[in-house]
């Protein structure tokens, strides 16, 4: 019998090709909470067909989606949770036709098991299994690199604010980047091209990144310091554990 | 007998190969004008090779040519004038190993002939003929597209400083993207993916990208309004033609 893990994989390759072979089709676009945070047809649709094949192999789980209007809590009692984010960098989806990414977590009793990121135009999957990250077939590895030799990613608004001390922080490396996707910045990261990644995040952008990423050596923190708490926006870095205590020199909330 | 636009594509495409060959080859990093200008034997390496073979066709053609210390000036008069930069993003080819490019272009008598920009590790050629675009052998578009439905390519500085009014332009758009090369950043550009780019650039950063982009309806301007000079570092903007007098509205110098 499959297992979660196996069958997510299939579940979210089978998304991303459902994205690809649609990526010309109109849209119908609705503005959520303001005039640049841009829900799609597209975005439903992705999460209905991920939520029914949850729900069709394992009916008893629990699914924290970002489409839903009414969210499951998350709760550490809960045995089998998924967290669900359909399209990320829904805004680069609607404008560039790129650079977004389908992203899924599975939790058991509060514990991250596994996570995936599709980056699905350039067909890269990340993921991991209780050991070990990938992307695709290709084992990822941590690198020791320095704060002032690496690159940043960031959110625009922290970034130009000095919000958590982001822009001090960026002051000691080679410079910032920024993206418009928390799952193509995640990618980035296990890959290497960045160091570091800030941004105001909500628990489906960070579920699946912080727990593969945790797999090489990285921790994700809100900029307080504390674990995020998997209930609202919050300030989040997800960084080398070897680097943290460098890095809180600089980010404070 | 090749035309200088069909020797100069092989050049390019030479070059790249030559990078992609190389890209896991120990770096020689040296720092130019700051800490975070740097500049590797790859980058001269490359210039030498596309020199050479400039040179070797067209003995008596002019080169000004970013690792170059002694540069010879951008002049009208110059019958026929390349523009080059071997690697465009060289923090990005050190760190990430990607998102980096190479640009070429031709000048006769001060006009753009042609331009080339390959985005090494993605195999993307962007390049013109007199005519039209084009993006390896699709024939790239004009798209119409408003201003409140886009993404800017940004400086980092520039965006957080505001300098140029460039922060003020952002609100009035989807969001900003940084990238940390004027070759990708013009990729994008040309595909749709950002509308405007928005930077402080040497000629060998804008002259490919500009003579490309015209053609399907960009004009690149100085934030104070004029053409750029050619000779130093200027804030420089490419923007689709239409929207230049409502860009103005916001950016100044």
């Not at 699914?63 to 839903?68: F, P, R, S, T, V």
């Not at 967290?83 to 991250?112: H, R, S």
């Not at 209780?130 to 990822?140: D, G, P, R, T």
């Amino acid at each position: 019998m499959l297992t979660r893990l196996e069958l997510a994989k299939d579940w979210v390759r089978d998304a991303g090709n459902f994205l690809k072979e649609n990526i010309s089709s109109p849209l119908e676009i609705t503005e959520k909470t303001r005039y640049d945070d841009l829900v799609t047809n597209f975005d439903k649709e992705v999460q209905e067909q991920l939520v029914s094949n949850i729900l069709h192999h394992f009916p008893e789980d629990k699914i924290l989606a970002e489409e839903d209007d009414e969210k499951i809590k998350f709760d550490p009692e809960i045995p089998h949770l998924w967290i669900l984010d359909p399209i990320d960098g829904t805004t680069n989806f609607i404008v560039q036709k790129d650079n977004f990414a389908i992203m899924l977590a599975y939790y058991e009793f509060g514990v991250g098991k596994f996570g995936l990121i599709l980056d699905v135009m350039k067909d890269k999957l990340y993921w991991c299994d209780s050991h070990k990250a990938f992307c695709n077939q290709k084992e990822l590895e941590s690198k020791k690199m320095s704060l002032d030799k690496s690159l940043l990613g960031v959110n625009s608004y922290m970034y130009r604010t000095n919000s958590g001390g982001l822009l001090d922080l960026s002051h000691q490396t080679l410079g910032v980047r920024i993206i418009g996707s928390a799952g193509i910045s995640y990618g980035q990261l296990l890959e290497g091209k960045i160091l570091g990644y800030f941004s105001n995040l909500q628990p489906w952008d960070y579920a699946a990144g912080s727990i593969i990423a945790e797999k090489i050596g990285f921790v994700t923190l809100t900029t307080s310091g504390e674990k995020p708490r998997f209930n609202c926006r919050e300030q989040v870095f997800t960084a080398p554990a070897y680097l943290v205590s460098e890095i809180q020199k600089y980010i404070k909330s």
